[in-house]
């Protein structure tokens, strides 16, 4: 099987984080790796070549390829350097991450592609963020498990409609073929989520929740390239299924309203207990739920800020909300 990452300017991250992709467990009986690790050095202007070059010295089963500037592009941003990665990787099962990536085992790699071997042809891992210090950050991981148990459980549900490409494995051909879709190069970025919309079905995709299984990235450390990077990644949601957006925004609405409705409504009636009650109830089973999902994906140290994150999500969806609907990010960093 083959690993296959997308790098454009990232010598560092592949110098500090490739060796443990290097490494994982899936060796025969005379400690042979039974994978290759594809990198796709995206016309980078920085070392990521010399660090490729000085692994590859001691990493048999590393390859890597190089796309030129001059290169005529058959498709937009990320997406071309995934089709020459899918074009040079010899087999047939493709295990995507990023080069800023750690998974969090050396058994991450056969945890994630057990389901391949069982029949699957999609597999959704989580991909979260390293714990650092401030709300920014605190957010950004809630948000990454709150996405990560919402399309978790309606794949669970038979509604397969999103992935992460720090943490998804799938078969060549199924990807081969989501290229050929009409929407696949619509946006530069996106692939995870295009792929789930045109191959995703019920009874081909399946989720990870092994802790072994998980990856850790970089999160950003500033306000304004998180936001910049949430437009792009939101700008795919207007090519979802009719239904799933219907379900998605009917939730997001339901959210936001649900605090609104608290906040005004003892100004204008006597029964301010009634609606005590109710918020309250709901607030316990919202709550419970995320409890036991942060602690199933390692996540604990957000159960004390749930109520920030709760009331932040409703400001989330409303500022966001025009970049799903409208705005597509043309760029690929």
Same mark, same amino acid.
């Given at each position: 099987?083959?690993?296959?990452?997308?790098?454009?300017?990232?010598?560092?991250?592949?110098?500090?984080?490739?060796?443990?992709?290097?490494?994982?467990?899936?060796?025969?009986?005379?400690?042979?790796?039974?994978?290759?690790?594809?990198?796709?050095?995206?016309?980078?202007?920085?070392?990521?070549?010399?660090?490729?070059?000085?692994?590859?010295?001691?990493?048999?089963?590393?390859?890597?390829?190089?796309?030129?500037?001059?290169?005529?592009?058959?498709?937009?941003?990320?997406?071309?350097?995934?089709?020459?990665?899918?074009?040079?990787?010899?087999?047939?099962?493709?295990?995507?991450?990023?080069?800023?990536?750690?998974?969090?085992?050396?058994?991450?790699?056969?945890?994630?592609?057990?389901?391949?071997?069982?029949?699957?042809?999609?597999?959704?891992?989580?991909?979260?963020?390293?714990?650092?210090?401030?709300?920014?950050?605190?957010?950004?991981?809630?948000?990454?498990?709150?996405?990560?148990?919402?399309?978790?459980?309606?794949?669970?549900?038979?509604?397969?409609?999103?992935?992460?490409?720090?943490?998804?494995?799938?078969?060549?051909?199924?990807?081969?073929?989501?290229?050929?879709?009409?929407?696949?190069?619509?946006?530069?970025?996106?692939?995870?989520?295009?792929?789930?919309?045109?191959?995703?079905?019920?009874?081909?995709?399946?989720?990870?929740?092994?802790?072994?299984?998980?990856?850790?990235?970089?999160?950003?450390?500033?306000?304004?390239?998180?936001?910049?990077?949430?437009?792009?990644?939101?700008?795919?949601?207007?090519?979802? =299924?009719?239904?799933? $957006? /219907? !379900? &998605?925004?009917?939730?997001?609405?339901?959210?936001?309203?649900?605090?609104?409705?608290? *906040?005004?409504?003892?100004?204008?009636?006597?029964?301010?207990?009634?609606?005590?009650?109710?918020?309250?109830?709901?607030?316990?089973?919202?709550?419970?739920?995320?409890?036991?999902?942060?602690? =199933?994906?390692?996540? $604990? /140290? !957000? &159960?004390?800020?749930?109520?920030?994150?709760?009331?932040?999500?409703?400001?989330?969806? *409303?500022?966001?909300?025009?970049?799903?609907?409208?705005?597509?990010?043309?760029?690929?960093?």
């Amino acid at each position: 099987m083959t690993v296959l990452i997308c790098a454009k300017n990232e010598a560092h991250h592949l110098q500090q984080f490739l060796p443990d992709i290097l490494s994982q467990k899936f060796e025969d009986n005379k400690g042979n790796f039974l994978y290759e690790v594809l990198v796709v050095n995206d016309a980078s202007e920085d070392a990521t070549e010399t660090v490729l070059q000085t692994l590859q010295q001691e990493y048999a089963h590393l390859r890597y390829i190089s796309i030129t500037p001059e290169e005529p592009r058959l498709f937009k941003g990320k997406k071309f350097a995934l089709s020459k990665g899918m074009e040079a990787a010899q087999h047939e099962i493709i295990l995507l991450t990023d080069a800023d990536c750690k998974p969090s085992s050396s058994y991450w790699l056969p945890q994630m592609i057990a389901p391949i071997l069982n029949g699957k042809e999609i597999i959704c891992g989580y991909g979260a963020y390293n714990l650092q210090s401030g709300f920014l950050n605190t957010f950004i991981r809630w948000e990454t498990m709150h996405s990560f148990l919402q399309y978790a459980s309606y794949t669970m549900a038979g509604m397969p409609y999103m992935a992460v490409g720090r943490n998804l494995c799938c078969t060549k051909s199924l990807f081969l073929n989501a290229q050929q879709s009409a929407i696949w190069n619509a946006l530069p970025s996106g692939d995870d989520d295009l792929l789930m919309q045109v191959s995703a079905t019920k009874s081909n995709t399946d989720i990870v929740l092994n802790r072994q299984a998980f990856t850790y990235s970089e999160p950003k450390t500033t306000w304004k390239t998180w936001w910049l990077q949430k437009q792009r990644h939101l700008s795919t949601g207007k090519y979802y =299924k009719p239904g799933i $957006k /219907k !379900l &998605l925004g009917i939730y997001a609405v339901s959210h936001a309203l649900s605090w609104v409705l608290f *906040l005004v409504l003892p100004f204008f009636t006597k029964d301010w207990a009634l609606i005590v009650f109710i918020f309250s109830m709901r607030c316990a089973l919202y709550w419970f739920i995320w409890k036991f999902t942060a602690i =199933k994906l390692r996540e $604990k /140290k !957000l &159960l004390r800020n749930m109520v920030f994150c709760d009331i932040g999500w409703a400001f989330y969806n *409303l500022l966001l909300s025009p970049y799903i609907f409208f705005k597509n990010k043309q760029r690929w960093k």
